[in-house]
């Protein structure tokens, strides 16, 4: 079972990482999923695969009604992302998804209807919970064509899907990253790889730098905190990206 | 849970079998058509010694239309239970998935997935399987009126073959036509057997 961590608390306005899971198969990627609480409402963050749906409703549901989840964000189409749509909606048919524009049509085979889905334009959008306004940031092209991440200016947080992933080996998968040198390492040819826009590249870390971020969660991988979000937006911004090794 | 997937799967591949059989049918159904159009013509050419042979190469078209109906609603309704066997698919592969967040949920989470599994989606899974039961019974009603169907043009076969020894200098050519009558029949009647075992050995 994942184990659930409030990472940032202030009054009723919350974040809940939802992670490492010691029981997952090795053959599916371990993923992070985030819950993003304003007094009785909430959005889940890239929910997940439906394979490691058990673990992640567990986990939630130890800290937070799953019924009330009235949003799903999904940075992106990938089934790690948002094949588990079908499995929320079970819980609660009115729930939304809100997904970039050019994935709309693309989703829907996990599930839902045309009342299901909230298209994202690719300039970003909005999104409000409880009493609190949060933004979807484009993030298009890292990786995936229609890609976003989610800033909250009240928590300092911004979400940023495989930006900032690290595939972390056994006994080094701590929830924070501890020691950035040593952590970066993991993330370098997963980025090298996966991240296949200079442009994009480019255009991402300009605009998170006039962020106020104290949290970067990525979707795999630890957290970074203070001052490793803006090492890790220059370390990104340096790196060659679009490589296949070898 | 897990039987119910595995008799769900096993639906599943039994339609498959069911479709392909009839798509064999149809495919004959559509040459006894054509050899029924020959045998129009030539009964023609055969003119006043032939004209039996005429009238059941016209009922034989007829036979070879009527079957090629039959069979494209024996197709539309393989079509509905394969919609209806892979919502069960879904519905037993949600189950399993729900089933392992119950073992690992507590509190709140377990009492929901409680509640979610007693009530909709038992009633989802039984609802589907009287579909399929439906269906299934619709299936085996439409697979012995084919029988009966074809059993009415082996008999006009055989007879084509009788009303073919008068066909006098044309005769041998009616009787080739006639014999190849019998031997499409035969195989669609060895067809429409082959479903019905299918449809016996439906739980």
Redesign the interface.
């Known amino acids: 079972?994942k184990t659930a961590r409030v990472i940032y608390e202030d009054g009723s306005h919350k974040w809940i990482a939802i992670v490492r899971d010691p029981n997952r198969p090795d053959y599916l990627i371990d993923t992070n999923e985030y819950l993003v609480v304003d007094n009785d409402d909430a959005i889940l963050l890239d929910p997940g695969g439906?394979?490691i749906?058990?673990?992640v409703?567990?986990a939630?549901?130890?800290e937070f009604?799953?019924?009330r989840i009235s949003k799903l964000f999904a940075s992106h189409q990938d089934p790690d992302i948002i094949s588990s749509l079908?499995?929320w909606l079970?819980?609660n048919p009115q729930i939304k998804c809100y997904v970039s524009w050019l994935w709309s049509s693309f989703v829907p085979h996990f599930g839902g209807d045309r009342d299901t889905f909230v298209t994202m334009p690719d300039g970003g959008v909005d999104i409000v919970v409880g009493g609190q306004r949060l933004q979807a940031i484009p993030a298009h092209y890292l990786h995936s064509s229609g890609n976003f991440h989610l800033y909250d200016p009240k928590a300092k947080i911004l979400f940023s899907g495989d930006v900032g992933a690290a595939l972390l080996p056994p006994g080094e998968d701590t929830l924070f990253v501890e020691d950035f040198n040593r952590h970066i390492r993991h993330a370098e040819g997963f980025h090298r790889r996966w991240m296949g826009s200079e442009k994009a590249k480019r255009d991402w870390c300009s605009r998170v730098s006039q962020l106020d971020i104290e949290m970067m969660c990525p979707q795999h991988g630890a957290i970074y905190r203070g001052e490793q979000v803006r090492r890790f937006i220059d370390w990104f911004a340096q790196l060659e990206i679009g490589v296949v090794k070898g | 849970m897990a039987g119910m997937s595995q008799e769900t799967g096993q639906e599943l591949r039994r339609i498959v079998r069911t479709n392909e059989e009839i798509k064999r049918v149809v495919a004959t159904a559509f040459k006894i058509n054509l050899m029924a159009m020959n045998a129009i013509f030539l009964a023609k050419r055969a003119g006043q010694s032939a004209l039996g042979f005429g009238v059941l190469s016209n009922e034989l078209r007829r036979f070879a239309i009527d079957l090629q109906k039959q069979m494209s609603l024996l197709r539309e309704m393989t079509y509905g239970s394969v919609a209806t066997v892979t919502a069960m698919v879904k519905q037993a592969r949600?189950n399993r998935?729900?089933e392992?967040?119950?073992?690992?949920?507590?509190?709140?989470?377990?009492s929901?997935?409680d509640e979610?599994l007693r009530t909709?989606h038992n009633v989802a899974f039984s609802r589907h399987n009287e579909q399929i039961n439906s269906l299934n019974r619709r299936l085996s009603q439409m697979i012995a009126d084919t029988t009966q169907l074809v059993e009415l043009g082996s008999v006009l076969a055989r007879s084509a073959k009788i009303e073919a020894a008068y066909g006098g200098a044309f005769s041998g050519a009616l009787m080739q036509v006639s014999s190849d009558f019998e031997r499409t029949i035969d195989a669609i009647q060895r067809s429409l057997e082959s479903l019905n075992k299918q449809q016996d050995a439906n739980p």
């Open positions: 079972m439906s394979e749906f058990p673990a409703f567990s939630l549901s130890t009604d799953p019924r079908s499995l079970e819980f | 949600l998935v729900l392992r967040a119950r073992k690992e949920s507590s509190g709140i989470g377990r929901l997935i979610f909709r």
